[in-house]
C-alpha cells in the first residue's frame, strides 16, 4: 500500500491555479494545499518514472 502522492505538477487544477508552486511543502515535497485534487489522467506508472529519472540526474 503506498501513500497518496501530492504534487502541484499532478493536480487537476494545476492550469487555472493562482497558487501553483507557491503552497507549503512537507518533508517529502509534497503539497499542502486544501484545494488539491489529484488528476486521474495521471497514473501512479506514469508518476514514478518522473520521479526515477529526477532522481536519475
Known amino acids: ?3 497518496e502522492k501530492r504534487y502541484c505538477s499532478i493536480c487537476a487544477w494545476r ?12 518533508s517529502f ?7 488539491f485534487t ?6 501512479d506508472k506514469d508518476i514514478d518514472e518522473a520521479e526515477k529519472r529526477e532522481k536519475e540526474n
Open 1 to 3: 500500500m503506498g501513500t
Open 15 to 26: 492550469e487555472n491555479c493562482q497558487k501553483r508552486f507557491s503552497v507549503a511543502t512537507d
Open 29 to 35: 515535497g509534497m503539497v499542502i494545499c486544501p484545494d
Open 38 to 43: 489529484r488528476d486521474l489522467s495521471i497514473k
